[in-house]
């Protein structure tokens, strides 16, 4: 199983960027895909999901109208478009694939992250 992201980098407040996650290994179709954040000396927060039949999308309070969370299921890949980056949302972004089992429990897999930096 892998999820690997990519598109992260140094960018000004106020800027874009498009964060890709490309999954293997699974079954993709079947999973919710997350993104999480977390910048030093804080928690992993939920920043964007979305369910695993393009729909149940949901963001955090603080990047609504801002971010957008996408995937395709043909080619396993879930993106989030990030636009009116702050300083505040600088932090690795990791993606995340969950699928619940019920009462057996749930299989959950990470991404190993990518470095976002919004600084001028």
């Known amino acids: 199983v892998q999820l690997v992201e990519s598109g992260g980098g140094l960018v000004q407040p106020g800027g874009s960027l498009r964060l890709s996650c490309a999954a293997s290994?699974?079954?993709?179709?079947?999973?919710?895909m997350r993104w999480f954040r977390q910048a030093p000396g804080k928690e992993r927060e939920l920043v964007a999901a979305i369910g695993s039949a393009d729909d149940d999308i949901d963001y955090a309070k603080s990047v609504k109208g801002r971010f957008t969370i996408s995937r395709d299921n043909a080619k396993n890949t879930v993106s989030l478009q990030m636009n009116g980056l702050k300083p505040e949302g600088t932090a690795v972004y990791f993606c995340?694939?969950?699928?619940?089992?019920?009462?057996?429990?749930?299989?959950?897999?990470w991404g190993q992250g990518t470095q976002v930096t919004v600084s001028s």
């Open positions: 995340n694939a969950i699928r619940s089992m019920g009462i057996v429990g749930q299989y959950a897999y």
């Open positions: 290994g699974f079954t993709f179709s079947n999973f919710a």
